[in-house]
């Protein structure tokens, strides 16, 4: 009945997150509340290593896309998952660092590093800098030859495929800010170009087509795609491209009608395409990587609010206000994303009326719920959203100058704070007279 089968209603008819009440937690850590089920996050991991394990012969590696959800806790799980790590600033790189954790996993992205966020991953030895465009190629290999090191780098390529999927978040195409186009010669110009340069070396090629996308078949043709690149960059220009790495963007189930693709099966229809393809092109089979991101943290999340204020404006619509909104979930301002909830404390009552969720920030398109049917909600009630563990925390700001919730952590029955809430004086810390 949840969109997440982490979730379950105890005898109390409170709704339950792994082992633990969700009213107990709003209880005990106030609201609102982001909660992270550490054992769903652990489960979601392994379905990629599996997989991989599976389907390619272990000859690859996940990598938790850390934009969706990062702090220390979820780098050190990932970490303990054996799972690699995709940042894409110098702020989530310093987050991992901080983590301890291993270098040579981590993956460094963007479309626009600054200098010092080059130096800052040179220097920290990360795995791979995936390039994006001629300046920070000249950059890196600049700052490699500073450091006496040769930089290995993958470059992000848009192989030109649409896959269906809110427009702000499709990047796979020539219209994006992301990387360099296949079909006007511009990737194979700058990774010629790379060749000749003497502190960076070509590891791999990289493509990342959007997001949430429910469909195996615009992955399988972006790896089709990307192999016959790499069968072209060998036959040209005598290149041997030994990663390939596909990105993320699986889809999840955020209210009843979304279907998401099994992971592994996804895993399976991907590798067969690149093992075929290989050998049509006489070009070894690659390393692979993939970054899945809001399909490993999403379903593991929840954020518990206190309702506020009701409004049954007659004719018009009922608005339930909670005691966050845009500042903590900005995904429907951002995208009109929609969510399901439920009323924590009486669980399993109907969902008899239509109503829509608002925030208490000042801005009339602050709302988590949009006319949805939701359980009759009272003034005080808990509610909890679910499927928030991606893209929430991660785009929190402090408009209005509200802090920024806590989040805990459960697992097997237990609960911890892995980020504190903000206060007041956090608020104004860097404020100067
Ligand atoms: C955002 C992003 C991801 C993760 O995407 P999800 O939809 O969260 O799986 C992976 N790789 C790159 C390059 C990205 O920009």
């Known amino acids: 009945m949840f969109v997440s089968d982490n979730l379950s209603i105890n005898e109390k008819n409170h709704l339950v997150i792994g082992k633990s009440d969700t009213v107990k937690l709003a209880e005990k850590y106030g609201t609102p509340l982001y909660v992270l089920d550490d054992d769903l996050f652990r489960k979601n991991c392994r379905i990629y290593k599996q997989a991989i394990e599976k389907f390619y012969e272990g000859n690859g590696l996940a990598l938790y896309a850390s934009k969706a959800l990062c702090c220390i806790h979820v780098c050190k799980t990932a970490a303990e998952e054996g799972l690699g790590l995709d940042v894409v600033s110098g702020g989530e790189l310093y987050t991992a660092i901080k983590a301890g954790f291993p270098m040579d996993k981590v993956y460094f992205h963007g479309n626009n590093k600054t200098p010092d966020e080059i130096e800052l991953a ?80 070509v590891d791999g090629v990289h493509c990342h087509i959007g997001s949430q996308i429910f469909d195996i078949d615009p992955f399988c043709l972006a790896a089709e795609v990307m192999m016959n690149f790499i069968g072209d960059l060998k036959d040209k220009l005598g290149l041997e491209i030994e990663k390939l790495n596909l990105g993320g963007g699986f889809g999840i189930k955020y209210v009843e009608s979304d279907d998401p693709i099994p992971y592994d099966k996804y895993i399976q229809s991907v590798s067969e395409v690149i093992k075929s393809t290989a050998s049509k092109r006489n070009v070894k089979v690659p390393f692979i990587l993939m970054e899945p991101g809001r399909s490993i943290s999403a379903p593991a999340g929840i954020t518990l609010y206190t309702v506020g204020g009701i409004k049954d404006i007659k004719n018009v619509r009922k608005y339930v206000s909670v005691d966050g909104g845009m500042g903590d979930n900005p995904r429907y301002i951002l995208y009109g994303s929609k969510y399901s909830a439920v009323a924590a404390n009486h669980a399993s009552d109907p969902y008899d009326e239509v109503v829509t969720v608002a925030g208490k920030c000042c801005e009339s398109g602050d709302i988590i719920l949009e006319n949805e049917k939701l359980q009759k909600l009272n003034v005080g009630d808990t509610l909890a959203v679910l499927a928030t563990g991606a893209y929430n925390y991660s785009m929190a700001s402090n408009y209005n100058r509200i802090p920024r919730p806590a989040i805990v952590a459960v697992s097997d029955g237990n609960d911890k704070i892995i980020v504190k809430r903000e206060t007041y004086d956090d608020i104004i810390m860097n404020d100067v007279e």
């Open 122 to 201: 040179v220097k920290s030895g990360v795995s791979h800098i995936i390039v994006d465009n001629i300046y920070e190629l000249e950059k890196i290999n600049e700052t490699a030859k500073h450091e006496g090191v040769i930089q290995k780098i993958m470059f992000r390529i848009k192989p030109g495929i649409d896959a269906h999927t809110h427009d702000f978040i499709r990047t796979g195409q020539i219209d994006s800010k992301f990387g360099v186009a296949l079909e006007n010669g511009e990737a194979f110009e700058i990774i010629k170009h790379a060749m000749k340069l003497e502190n960076v070396k």
